[in-house]
């Protein structure tokens, strides 16, 4: 099977629904004592403009890997450019293996220490990274194929338990929350999800048009990542959460289920779209090493392998939430250069073809 645009949607909406629904009910919660709705919308649709601009930009290009069309100099690209980006793709594995291990520990292994949790992780992440980026696509597709039907349910038992008084009040106070750290940490958190739409191998121009459409549900998503365990719990109390949905979920309870809880089946859900995640993560940064030093996947492979070892003795330096939380902050400006810079090459560049052309 190879990489067609329902391939592209479904990997884009399972790694998204793999990152927001246990990073991003916290942040939102914390921004504001009301009105959330707001920054549900200013969250969305920041991630949505983006991914147009980004899927703009590629559709303009000759190849949609940029990695096929870098110019000449491409030292200059790879210092302003490149290794910023892998640099932002580390530190966005090391906190993901990190946040994924916590969740882990918390929800199915409790006396594992964390340290082999994330081995777990990054040896799966890193197998994954290893393959094809076609293999990684249809992997999405069957795991999405086996489990949707049992997303979809379990998105409709969100608010089995809501309160629905508790979504008022809904106006905002003042605006000072974009000003604040958790909004502006929440602000493109999903970034990384979007950048295989730069990396994708040579084949049949896509329609990035019906992939842009499908991009705007990542809205009613975050929208139900954050609403649902304040319908339930309240602001005051969901916001003391660690993860937020994961506790509304353990109110639910239902007897159909082999798993004793919602919890279980939804977390299990959520750890296999993450490891897809980091394993195209992972695949991004072979390639971009592969490109940087001119060697072959062989070179590069084994150079992978190394940096994921590193990744896991750093990742395993963080002992707690609080420090995770840092490091999230810490790789900010990373996170914004990065997405900034790769937009304005990709821009160059198709606006370059068109008058060479």
């Known amino acids: 099977m190879k990489i067609n645009n329902l391939l592209i949607i479904i990997y884009f909406l399972i790694t998204n629904i793999g990152v927001m629904f246990l990073l991003f009910p916290s942040l939102i919660l914390d921004t504001v004592d009301n009105g959330h709705w707001l920054i549900v919308l200013i969250h969305g649709l920041s991630h949505v403009v983006l991914f147009g601009v980004l899927l703009l930009g590629v559709s303009k290009l000759k190849e949609p890997n940029i990695l096929?069309?870098?110019?000449?100099?491409?030292?200059?690209v790879s210092l302003t450019l490149l290794v910023p980006l892998g640099?932002?793709?580390?530190?966005?594995?090391?906190?993901?293996?990190r946040t994924y291990a916590e969740f882990t520990t918390v929800l199915f292994l409790n006396q594992t220490p964390m340290f082999y949790v994330m081995v777990i992780f990054i040896t799966t992440a890193a197998y994954i990274g290893?393959?094809?980026?076609?293999?990684?696509?249809?992997?999405?597709f069957l795991i999405a194929a086996a489990s949707s039907y049992v997303i979809v349910i379990i998105f409709i038992l969100s608010f089995f338990n809501a309160e629905w008084y508790n979504f008022f009040p809904a106006k905002v106070s003042n605006m000072d929350f974009l000003f604040e750290m958790p909004f502006i940490t929440g602000f493109l958190i999903l970034s990384p999800t979007f950048l295989f739409i730069a990396f994708l191998p040579k084949g049949k121009k896509f329609n990035?048009?019906?992939?842009?459409?499908?991009?705007?549900?990542?809205?009613?998503?975050i929208f139900m990542?954050?609403?649902?365990?304040?319908?339930?719990?309240?602001?005051?109390?969901?916001r003391n959460f660690t993860f937020p949905y994961i506790e509304m979920l353990a109110t639910v309870d239902i007897d159909w289920s082999i798993f004793e809880t919602l919890t279980s089946l939804f977390g299990l859900s959520l750890?296999?779209?993450?490891?897809?995640?980091?394993?195209?993560?992972?695949?991004?940064?072979r390639m971009l090493y592969q490109s940087m030093f001119h060697t072959g996947k062989l070179h590069a492979s084994i150079a992978l392998v190394i940096i994921v070892i590193l990744i896991t003795i750093v990742a395993n330096m963080i002992s707690t939430w609080e420090q995770v939380q840092s490091h999230i902050i810490w790789i900010l400006p990373l996170r914004f250069?990065?997405?900034?810079?790769?937009?304005?090459?990709i821009f160059w560049i198709g606006r370059r073809n068109r008058h060479e052309t």
């Open 225 to 238: 990542a954050a609403y649902s365990p304040m319908l339930v719990f309240g602001n005051e109390i969901a």
């Open 68 to 76: 096929q069309i870098l110019p000449k100099k491409r030292w200059l």
């Open 337 to 345: 250069y990065a997405i900034i810079s790769l937009l304005i090459f």
């Open 271 to 285: 750890l296999i779209y993450a490891t897809l995640f980091l394993g195209m993560l992972l695949h991004i940064l």
């Open 208 to 221: 990035y048009k019906t992939v842009f459409w499908f991009s705007w549900f990542i809205i009613p998503f």
């Open 130 to 140: 290893l393959g094809s980026m076609e293999s990684i696509f249809r992997t999405t």
């Open 87 to 97: 640099l932002f793709i580390i530190g966005t594995v090391i906190v993901s293996i």
